[in-house]
């Protein structure tokens, strides 16, 4: 127990990735313990973005060397769907549509894609209710087809709302207060801290401070030019807020 | 009325069926291959038919070899075809020596993932010709004709109401129309015949007949459907169980007739086997106010060339065309739909979704025409392709004639791929590789699977599921 507690449930070391041939991930280092939220902020094209799709294992960024650590699984060498089932999750910026398939039918498929087996319709009924409920959908929403046509506050609901059902170890939230009134971030936010506890962990990923307001992150790394070139508590962001960037890219040159 | 289902059984009935005096001298009578008007004599004294029957073929017989082949489609394919190695008549199911043995290990298999209970695996392998459940159709029947309505098979249907079958047969698609249509009317055999008096509504879809006349897709069916005056029916024939045949060139002609204020759907689904040629005539006329659907599902063969036509001949008559064609390795669907308008205020809409993989070949192909008397016309044309590797082929080619200048026309066509980035995503959220791309092909034809009841829905879903492993011959 004492073990599993003191190991993080993320660990990154020294990961370089290349995109294209290439380098936009130039070596990091990043430890994610149960609980925490770390906030990971960067000017546009830092390579954050990079990061997170790394991570996730999209194929277009190839992992040159390094490793990814997944609550003690090596999950470097993964396809994305292992990934997801050793227990990550990846909100996206802007994730594609699939038009056809209704929110209910994709929800359901992947909660079975989770659990190796059917979810009983009852039970998924009610989950989906329930989680609906907490992001202050409205329950037509089910019927609409995955993304199609939806605007960016409704593309990220949908994504919170996957978080949710599917209740990932580690999840990496990329930009999710883009496109998004501040009445909807303070519903997105609450969703956030209200799945937060001991046994996850997010990484949020973001270049402004706005939704750090909402989701109090108990540290922050910066990245430039992908590398890590500063890490702090969260007075960084008021730092950052204030200063913006251009002050930490001395430390890059 | 004498034995319905067993009228429309194509196999060890076969000569009861066609009143055979010696049935055994047929059965050790080795089968020819090859047409002749010899045949087509033996065929139609079989049959018993009247004289003008027998003439059709005949005349049908040297239209069709007088016709040249199709100058669209698959060329190539089409020029392998040896029509002298053929068999033209339908064998009795002893002859065809088949057992459960000799059906293919993915045909099995298929019955098998699309739980396909065994009684039937054994029917639409065509092991067995007999099917359990035989008498749930003769109970649907017997309801539907309390209602005055007839539904035969061909053959049994030209017997029994030989004025109506001789008004319709063959108006609509003569065998002058092309070398298949030809082809067909020379040696014809199974099909259904339906009528359905004015005013009368089939409530019921035909469906039932669904199983059954799986096995009796034979290799020339004929259909005819008659709604008479604001009669409503919708007849579903095919089976998403691949039909496994011997044979290797399968034609049919079906001819759906919808008198005023009308309603017909026909839905089909089929999934030959691979070795086939599906060349298939499908036409159907709308009067005034009458509507005509066609909800046509393609999987499987080797070249299915298709193209469901309706002919709007009265004002208001609406015509409707959905299709999905799905090709495979090794596969080519040439498959489309034709619209014409003839009168004024007319409206069509024609979907059509296909999706091609491992090498196969969708083609679209469409024509809508309007002629000059047809005012306040409405067109809809959409088509849509989903492209799931490189190695696979998409074309589209659709034609407009527009013969009066009242009209409104849309239309509307997209080739889409597959892409990495809706893989990455779904694969994101646990589902595999092959899950993801289930899941992305069975959105892109919803729109054709929501029309269809919902037990060949959700066996359609498991079979696109089955094709997309590759698992399916």
New interface residues.
Partial sequence: MENKNISPLLEVRDLHVEVEGKEVIKGIDLALYGGAKLALMGPNGSGKSSLSMAL?????YKVKSGSIILDGNDITGL???K???VGL??A?QN??S????SVAN?LR??MK??RGEEVPIREFREMLVKAMGLLEMERSFANR??NDGFSGGEKKKLELL?MVL?NPKVAVVDEIDSGLDVDALKIVADGVNRITGENNAFLLITHYRRILDYIRPDGVVVLMEGRIVASGGPELINQIDRQGYDWLSAKTA | MRQPVKDIMVGDDYASKFGFSSPEEYYFRAPKKGLSHELVEMMSKMKKEPDWMREFRHKALDTFWAKPMPTWGNQEALGRIDFDDIYYYIKPIEQMGQTWDDVPEDIKHTFERLGIPEAERKFLSGVSAQYESETVYHSIRDEISKLGVIFLGMDSGLMEHEDIVRRFFGTLIPPTDNKFAALNSAVWSGGSFIYVPPGVHVDIPLQAYFRINAKNMGQFERTLIIADKGARVHYIEGCTAPVYSSSSLHSAVVELIALEDAYIRYTTIQNWSNNIYNLVTKRAIAYKNATVEWVDGNIGSMLTMKYPCVVLAGENARGEILSVAFGGTGQHQDAGAKVFHMAPRTSSTITSKSISKGGGRTTYRGWVKTTANAEDVRVSVKCDALILDPTSRSDTYPTMEIGNPKVRIEHEASVSKLSDDQLFYLMSRGLSENESRVLIVNGFIEQFVKELPMEYAVELNRLIELEMEGSVG
Avoid: E, N, T
């Fill in positions: 996730m294992g999209h194929p277009g396809s994305p769907d990934r997801a089932k999750f990846l996206m994730p594609v699939v038009p056809g398939v994709f498929a992947i894609a989770k087809y995955v996957q599917l």
